[in-house]
């Protein structure tokens, strides 16, 4: 499966997820109504597993609406990229990373009861290696295909849409690393941290910050010239834009509102949808 990384406006991006498909739903109740909508692309900002044990219909949705909308995308948030390596979606055995790490610190069980029906065993020793094959051997294939294909990032005109945001703690350009997003790069050749930073000690070649490693990039994040960055990743009270960046995870999966941000050209100010208006 190929998503579209360039989009044309409008475009109607939409904060992180986590299995909240009734959310999405009552969401898509007002979208719907907007005028922008017939000819809307769709941008989903990542994280669409774990926290909740609607997983499987959210991603079915979101799949849904894509096909609906096309030309419309969704980038990689950190969860997607902790389930999608730690059950091996990719080519090659997964990561010993990622399969220790999304056992440890990420909110697995509502993703296993939503596929498998029943939340996961750690122990004993190699059990949670086969829970993870039976995760991925009860992912429908199409939802494989869709999750380890995600982009890093999707552009427009005026934006970037991804997860978390471009660092300033490394040493190239902004432009730079969006190429790297784009070519899905994150190596210390390509990208090599400042000496001293907190990405330089504690640097994973498994996990890029720009989809959650450094939550900093959030609020804080490199500028790009010409361009906006729409993120989601760490949950905000309300919509928060600047001229830099603009947030829109106010949900987290864990409480309403879910929001959109609507874009309607590369200079517009954006408008903002809740699921709870």
């Known amino acids: 499966m190929q998503l579209p990384t360039q ?50 219909e959210l991603v079915s949705r979101v799949v849904e609406l894509i096909a609906e909308k096309p030309g419309s995308t969704c980038v990689m948030g950190n969860h997607d990229l902790a389930l999608s390596n730690a059950v091996g979606l990719h080519d090659g055995p997964p990561p010993a990373y990622w399969v220790w790490r ?18 996961p065993d750690y122990m004993p020793q190699g059990k949670w290696e086969r829970e993870l094959a039976a995760l991925k051997e009860s992912m429908p294939v199409e939802h494989r295909a869709f999750l380890a294909s995600l ?76 361009k906006v960055q729409v993120s989601g990743h760490i949950m905000v009270d309300a919509p928060d834009a600047n001229a830099v960046r603009i947030r829109i995870d106010t949900s987290g999966g864990m409480r309403e509102p879910l929001t959109a941000c609507i874009l309607t050209g590369p200079r517009a100010e954006p408008v903002f949808v809740a699921s709870n208006d």
């Open 7 to 56: 989009v044309s406006y409008p475009v109607i991006a939409i904060g992180d997820l986590h299995g909240r498909v009734e959310w999405l739903d009552k969401l898509l109740v007002k979208l719907r109504r907007r005028p922008e909508w017939p000819n809307a692309k769709l941008v989903f900002l990542g994280d669409l597993v774990d926290r909740h044990s609607t997983v499987k």
């Open 102 to 119: 999304y056992g440890a610190a990420y909110d697995n069980r509502y993703t296993f009861l939503s596929y498998l029906g029943r939340t």
């Open 151 to 226: 982009p890093w990032v999707a552009e427009a005109e005026g934006h970037i849409f991804l997860h978390n945001g471009l660092s300033p703690e490394l040493d190239c350009a902004a432009t730079v690393q969006l190429e790297c997003l784009h070519r899905k790069v994150w190596d210390r050749a390509a990208v090599n941290p400042r000496f001293g930073t907190e990405t330089d000690r504690l640097f994973k070649p498994e996990y890029p910050v720009w989809l959650g490693a450094d939550k900093k990039l959030s609020a804080h994040p490199l500028p790009l010239p010409g």
